[in-house]
T-cell receptor, first 118, second 115 residues
């Protein structure tokens, strides 16, 4: 049973550049969320995708955008990188039961992508 | 929006002692409270969670308690071991039955267990 997988694991970018991070959810999951975790901080919610649409969005500028594909995998794009974008970017997956009540929903995180902006 | 406060920020205990980490939340609509353990350079790992329809949940040496009225929940680790050393995050979310909403995290507690 594959867990949440992310790529790349580490990358270095220059200010002003653009970056794309990728995520494959846990097998059987259809909902993908992205979080940013700065050093020494808790993860901060960026957005959540379900059925290829952004369902929820946190307090992040429009430079942060995403996409979800029909196979439920997802990409996070960040444009015009700033030094302050340096962080661990975590993908999390869960399952939307489509209206069937369940007490078993949980959220699982991938290993993350370490982004350094120089 | 939801605001989750977590205390203490650092906690040092002797091996075998108990550790308690406390969190408060502000949104009474929150009904799902997971705890994550994050080792250095690793992903957050879910260690236990609780929903608002129960007041306590236990899994071996780990337990979580929830007081809905006071809007606080706590993580209890008994018989601590050096491998319990990590950063622990509490979080709050809304479970609408079919789907989980965004997680609001506390700032984390660095737990150090001394042999």
């Amino acid at each position: 049973d594959a867990g949440v997988t992310q790529s790349p694991t580490h990358l270095i970018k220059t200010r002003g550049q653009q970056v794309t991070l990728r995520c494959s959810p846990k097998s059987g999951h259809d909902t993908v969320s992205w979080y940013q975790q700065a050093l020494g901080q808790g993860p901060q919610f960026i957005f959540q995708y379900y059925e290829e649409e952004e369902r929820q969005r946190g307090n992040f500028p429009d430079r942060f955008s995403g996409h979800q594909f029909p196979n439920y995998s997802s990409e996070l794009n960040v444009n015009a990188l700033l030094l302050g974008d340096s962080a661990l970017y975590l993908c999390a997956s869960s399952l939307d039961n489509g209206g069937h009540r369940s007490s078993g929903n949980t959220i699982y995180f991938g290993e993350g992508s370490w982004l350094t902006v120089v | 929006g939801e605001n989750v406060e977590q205390h203490p920020s650092t906690l040092s205990v002797q091996e075998g002692d108990s550790a308690v980490i406390k969190c408060t939340y502000s949104d009474s609509a929150s009904n799902y409270f997971p705890w994550y353990k994050q080792e250095l350079g690793k992903r957050p790992q879910l260690i236990i969670d609780i929903r608002s329809n129960v007041g306590e949940k236990k899994d071996q040496r780990i337990a979580v308690t929830l007081n809905k009225t006071a809007k606080h929940f706590s993580l209890h680790i008994t018989e601590t071991q050096p491998e319990d050393s990590a950063v622990y995050f509490c979080a709050a979310s809304i479970d609408r039955g079919s789907t989980l909403g965004r997680l609001y995290f506390g700032r984390g507690t660095q737990l150090t267990v001394w042999p």
